[in-house]
């Protein structure tokens, strides 16, 4: 079954440092990817994403992901955090199978920022 | 502004009680879906609709009911809410199945 691994419950950086949250996903297709970002009391918000193409994406805010098929990943990076990034980090695959095409989703990784 | 509107966005309720929340998008959507978010199990997928009148079962959707009558609504019904229903739910929609999501603000339920 495909799944999607957030190896990180929560970081904590300061703020300036670089970023990288892992993502790791299990598909047997090239999948289509997606990083989201949810601030506290708010919905989510899309990142970024990747179909197909140049495997660095980029997206809002300042981040960016890279697609990586020989170690299933897909990888945010950002290389300078700031107060304002604190916030919760999705990242999503859609299958490609069925109906449904669904999203499934990682369980976040808790972005804490340090002033 | 394209968006998905939810209401209510904070909902506290007694078991039992019938209560319907509502999804609304404005970009001409076909696939809408809801999920619940709990601590520790991220987003599950309740119900989705690929379109008018076409709804089916996500991973958690016992103790809930959709309609989708009109392609921009797609409401979500709790005919005998549980105190295990208090969560934050979430509205979204996309363009096709295989673009982006669109998420409503969250609805935060709690059923006492």
């Known amino acids: 079954a495909q799944s999607v691994t957030q190896p990180d419950i929560h970081i904590t950086v300061s703020e300036g440092a670089s970023l990288e949250l892992r993502c790791n996903y299990s598909?047997?297709?090239?999948?289509?990817l997606f990083w989201y970002v949810q601030s506290p009391g708010q919905g989510l918000q899309l990142l970024l994403k990747y179909f197909s193409g140049d495997t660095l994406v980029q997206g809002i805010k300042g981040f960016e992901a890279e697609f990586k098929r020989s170690q299933s990943s897909f990888n945010l990076r950002k290389p300078s955090v700031h107060w304002s990034d604190a916030a919760e980090y999705f990242c999503a695959v859609v299958t490609n199978a069925g109906n449904n095409r669904k999203l499934i989703w990682g369980l976040g990784t808790s972005l804490g920022v340090n002033p | 502004e394209a968006q998905v509107t939810q209401n209510p966005r904070y909902l506290i309720t007694v078991t039992g009680k019938k209560l319907t929340v509502t999804c609304s998008q404005n970009?001409?959507?076909?696939?809408m879906s809801w999920y619940r978010q709990d601590p520790g199990l991220g987003l599950r997928q309740i119900y989705y609709?690929?379109?008018?009148?076409?709804?089916d079962k996500g991973d958690v959707p016992e103790g809930y009911k959709v309609s989708r009558k009109e392609k921009r609504n797609f409401p979500l019904i709790l005919e005998s809410p549980s105190p295990n229903q208090t969560s934050l739910y979430f509205c979204?929609?996309?363009?096709?199945?295989?673009?982006?999501?669109?998420f409503g603000q969250g609805t935060r339920l709690t059923v006492v």
């Open positions: 979204a929609s996309r363009g096709s199945v295989n673009t982006e999501a669109f």
């Open positions: 970009m001409n959507h076909e696939y």
């Open positions: 609709s690929m379109n008018v009148e076409v709804t």
């Open positions: 598909y047997g297709a090239t999948p289509y």
